[in-house]
Protein backbone atom coordinates (compact mmCIF):
# COMPACT_ATOMS: atom_id res chain seq x y z
CA UNK A 1 0.00 0.00 0.00
CA UNK A 2 1.52 3.65 -1.02
CA UNK A 3 1.17 5.53 1.67
CA UNK A 4 2.80 8.85 4.31
CA UNK A 5 2.77 7.82 7.37
CA UNK A 6 3.45 11.12 9.87
CA UNK A 7 4.65 11.38 13.36
CA UNK A 8 5.88 13.96 15.89
CA UNK A 9 3.95 17.61 16.40
CA UNK A 10 1.47 17.96 19.56
CA UNK A 11 1.58 20.93 22.25
CA UNK A 12 4.60 23.34 22.71
CA UNK A 13 5.29 27.08 24.35
CA UNK A 14 6.13 29.75 21.95
CA UNK A 15 9.72 29.55 21.08
CA UNK A 16 10.22 26.13 21.33
CA UNK A 17 10.89 23.48 18.42
CA UNK A 18 9.01 20.12 16.92
CA UNK A 19 10.25 18.07 14.58
CA UNK A 20 7.79 16.26 12.50
CA UNK A 21 8.59 12.60 10.45
CA UNK A 22 6.86 11.48 7.21
CA UNK A 23 7.32 8.15 6.21
CA UNK A 24 6.94 6.68 3.08
CA UNK A 25 5.76 3.19 2.53
CA UNK A 26 5.22 1.41 -0.48
CA UNK A 27 7.04 3.77 -2.74
CA UNK A 28 9.77 4.79 -2.70
CA UNK A 29 10.93 8.72 -1.45
CA UNK A 30 13.67 9.51 -4.01
CA UNK A 31 11.19 9.27 -6.72
CA UNK A 32 9.46 12.18 -4.97
CA UNK A 33 8.90 15.61 -3.85
CA UNK A 34 7.51 16.13 -0.71
CA UNK A 35 5.88 19.09 0.65
CA UNK A 36 4.97 19.93 3.82
CA UNK A 37 1.80 22.01 4.30
CA UNK A 38 -0.71 23.09 7.15
CA UNK A 39 -4.28 24.37 7.56
CA UNK A 40 -6.70 25.64 9.82
CA UNK A 41 -10.28 25.80 10.01
CA UNK A 42 -12.15 27.87 7.45
CA UNK A 43 -8.87 28.41 5.39
CA UNK A 44 -6.57 26.45 2.56
CA UNK A 45 -4.24 24.33 2.92
CA UNK A 46 -1.00 26.40 2.88
CA UNK A 47 2.79 25.28 1.66
CA UNK A 48 4.85 25.59 4.33
CA UNK A 49 8.07 24.08 3.07
CA UNK A 50 9.27 21.52 0.23
CA UNK A 51 11.88 19.68 -1.12
CA UNK A 52 13.04 18.47 -4.00
CA UNK A 53 13.37 14.77 -5.06
CA UNK A 54 16.84 14.67 -5.23
CA UNK A 55 17.10 17.27 -2.20
CA UNK A 56 18.96 20.11 -4.32
CA UNK A 57 15.82 22.05 -3.65
CA UNK A 58 14.26 23.41 -1.48
CA UNK A 59 11.27 25.58 -0.68
CA UNK A 60 10.00 27.67 2.94
CA UNK A 61 7.66 30.39 2.74
CA UNK A 62 8.47 33.66 3.91
CA UNK A 63 5.77 33.27 6.84
CA UNK A 64 8.69 30.04 8.24
CA UNK A 65 11.63 31.22 6.62
CA UNK A 66 15.14 30.63 8.72
CA UNK A 67 12.98 29.39 10.95
CA UNK A 68 11.62 25.71 9.51
CA UNK A 69 13.59 23.71 7.35
CA UNK A 70 12.94 20.47 5.59
CA UNK A 71 15.51 17.55 5.34
CA UNK A 72 15.25 13.82 4.23
CA UNK A 73 16.91 10.26 5.11
CA UNK A 74 16.69 8.27 2.20
CA UNK A 75 17.66 4.94 4.36
CA UNK A 76 14.48 5.39 6.33
CA UNK A 77 12.99 6.80 3.17
CA UNK A 78 11.54 9.75 5.80
CA UNK A 79 11.37 13.19 5.00
CA UNK A 80 11.59 15.70 8.33
CA UNK A 81 10.32 19.34 9.22
CA UNK A 82 11.99 20.73 11.77
CA UNK A 83 10.43 23.65 12.90
CA UNK A 84 12.02 25.80 15.53
CA UNK A 85 11.19 29.17 17.11
CA UNK A 86 7.68 28.44 16.90
CA UNK A 87 5.16 31.04 17.01
CA UNK A 88 1.41 30.83 17.97
CA UNK A 89 0.59 31.72 14.56
CA UNK A 90 2.21 28.13 13.18
CA UNK A 91 -0.73 26.43 15.10
CA UNK A 92 -2.40 23.89 12.87
CA UNK A 93 -2.91 20.74 11.44
CA UNK A 94 0.41 19.43 9.23
CA UNK A 95 0.44 17.39 6.85
CA UNK A 96 3.50 15.98 4.28
CA UNK A 97 2.46 15.23 0.60
CA UNK A 98 3.99 13.39 -2.16
CA UNK A 99 4.08 14.15 -5.70
CA UNK A 100 5.95 12.41 -8.65
CA UNK A 101 9.09 13.72 -9.99
CA UNK A 102 11.92 16.13 -9.36
CA UNK A 103 10.68 19.33 -8.44
CA UNK A 104 8.63 20.27 -5.43
CA UNK A 105 5.73 22.52 -5.75
CA UNK A 106 4.08 25.11 -2.84
CA UNK A 107 0.52 24.36 -4.81
CA UNK A 108 -1.23 21.05 -2.86
CA UNK A 109 -3.30 20.51 -5.95
CA UNK A 110 0.13 19.27 -7.27
CA UNK A 111 0.76 16.40 -5.12
CA UNK A 112 -0.92 12.74 -5.44
CA UNK A 113 -0.25 11.08 -2.01
CA UNK A 114 -0.93 12.77 1.75
CA UNK A 115 -0.07 12.33 5.30
CA UNK A 116 -2.86 11.81 7.64
CA UNK A 117 -1.98 15.04 9.06
CA UNK A 118 -0.56 16.14 12.54
CA UNK A 119 -1.86 18.52 15.22
CA UNK A 120 0.99 21.35 16.68
CA UNK A 121 -0.28 23.56 18.46
CA UNK A 122 2.10 26.40 20.21
CA UNK A 123 0.90 28.39 23.01
CA UNK A 124 1.61 32.61 23.94
Known amino acids: EVQLVQSGGGLVQAGGSLRLSCAASGFTSDDYAIGWFRQVPGKEREGVSC????????YNADSVKDRFTTSTDNAKNTVYLQMNSLKPEDTAVYYC?????????????????WGQGTQVTVSS
Open 51 to 58: ISSNADST
Open 97 to 113: GAKRGISSSENPDNYEI
